[in-house]
């Protein structure tokens, strides 16, 4: 720009020094050679022109020659007026609803963010991958386990818990569920009866009034029949307790296959009964309150809440170091969906728009005061030489086209006066 300028520079003055010799000669020589009257008329208004336009010109930016005419140097000397004077400009003129409005609301920002989103899916699971584990590590455990226990807390206590517990069993027992739940609860009782065999074998066996200890008054008896009798009485036991489970056993499975046994008539009523009580008791609505409470201030939900941050931070740092992280995968697909919802589903890109807009719209025009002052503080801390030569450098190419036309207007102006006086001297 600047060669531009200084070409543009010595065109002009080559044009000016150019009318000025040819003004001299034309002056010389027009006392033999009249008709060179036009041509002197043209260099002599080129050269009045040429001089007024350059010292125009040069006056804006410095002192003609140095020297300090008055008005001259004009932009130097008014460096803080043409620093408000810009401002105003572009607050007033540029930086208003009405200019930025219409421009900004046509900007498809929806569009913009599903492109960028679709491009960098994959980058932005890869940093995460990178920074997650160290912030995970970063993160104080204390602090953590705090937050979850008082926000476990808080749950435990805000929760209504007598209608949630009925609204979880209705849909057990509408979902059929609760068959399911009965059959498992018999099978264990069951399993555990047969498991305990033995230990239901002695407890019957001591039921039974047959004993060596009878014989006590009559040692000799005792010594020969007493093992005999307490034989008999394990076999007695054993022989009950086989029954009795077997018995137990035969009614469970019963109750397992046959929906009209007692057990299982007996168990629905009485489940269909504290669905009703947790849905209408006050009192058994105050025992699900103080169980809460009890819940709440317990040792379990601080060790609970303790054990799932561990847990938890374990998981993450496991799996994003993993080449097949599922968290990565997860963040991919759900940036690429959410890059394809805003670009298919109208209303929602139409609404991002909209809602976008608004705000940038909404930060530009508080900002006008903030560049009000970025401007006048810029232009107030040039330099005056250096804004000069800013100013110069952007608009001097043109002003010295203005010098130029100015030089060739004023000739031909200078021509036209001197065939009006021609004309009229006749």
């Not at 940038?360 to 040039?382: D, F, M, Q, Y």
């Not at 005056?384 to 030089?407: P, S, Y």
Request: glycine share 6%; hydrophobic share 50%.
């Amino acid at each position: 720009m600047k060669t531009t300028l200084q070409k543009m520079r010595w065109i002009a003055s080559g044009a000016l020094i150019f009318c000025f010799i040819g003004m001299i000669c034309c002056r010389l020589g027009e006392a033999h050679w009249h008709w060179l009257a036009w041509p002197l008329a043209f260099f002599e208004a080129a050269t009045v022109g040429a001089l007024a336009d350059w010292f125009a010109v040069v006056a804006l930016f410095r002192h003609p020659l140095g020297i300090p005419i008055p008005h001259t140097a004009i932009l130097p000397n008014n460096k803080a007026r043409v620093a408000e004077s810009l401002a105003t400009f572009l607050e007033e003129g540029f930086l208003t609803e009405e200019q930025l409005g219409p421009r900004i609301r046509k900007i498809d920002f929806a569009g913009m963010i599903a492109r960028w989103l679709s491009a960098n899916a994959d980058s932005l699971g890869r940093r995460v991958g990178k920074y997650a584990p160290v912030l995970v590590e970063k993160i104080p455990s204390e602090q953590i386990t705090s937050l979850l226990t008082q926000r476990a807390r808080h749950v435990i206590l805000t929760a209504n818990a007598a209608p949630l517990l009925a609204g979880g069993l209705q849909t057990l027992t509408g979902s059929g569920r609760d068959r399911e739940i009965f059959n498992s609860v018999v099978i264990s009782f069951r399993d555990l009866i047969a498991e305990n065999r033995e230990t239901i074998q002695t407890k019957i066996s001591e039921e039974v009034p047959i004993s060596s200890d009878l014989l006590n008054a009559i040692p000799f008896l005792k010594n020969a029949a007493g093992p005999a009798l307490d034989h008999f009485r394990n076999q007695i036991a054993a022989a009950v307790a086989n029954r009795t489970i077997e018995k137990i056993h035969t009614a469970l499975n019963e109750a397992c296959s046959n929906r009209d046994h007692p057990l299982w008539v007996s168990f629905q009523t009485r489940l269909n009964q504290l669905i009703t009580d947790l849905e209408s008791s006050p009192e058994l609505a105050a025992k699900v309150r103080a169980m809460q409470e009890a819940l709440a201030n317990s040792p379990v939900v601080d060790d609970f809440s303790r054990k799932a941050w561990v847990e938890l931070a374990e998981f993450l740092k496991r799996d994003l170091a993993a080449a097949d992280s599922v968290i990565l995968q997860k963040i991919s697909e759900a940036l690429l969906s959410a890059s394809r919802e805003l670009t298919e589903n109208t209303p929602l890109r139409e609404g991002t728009n909209t809602f976008l807009a608004e705000q940038v719209l909404g930060a530009a025009l508080a900002a006008k005061p903030h560049i009000r002052e970025i401007v006048t503080s810029t232009i107030n801390a040039w330099d005056a030489a250096e804004m000069t030569d800013k100013l110069e450098a952007t608009v001097g190419t043109d002003l010295q086209f203005i010098r130029l036309n100015g030089t060739v207007v004023g000739g031909l102006i200078g021509v036209a006066i001197h065939a009006l006086f021609v004309f009229l001297l006749k």
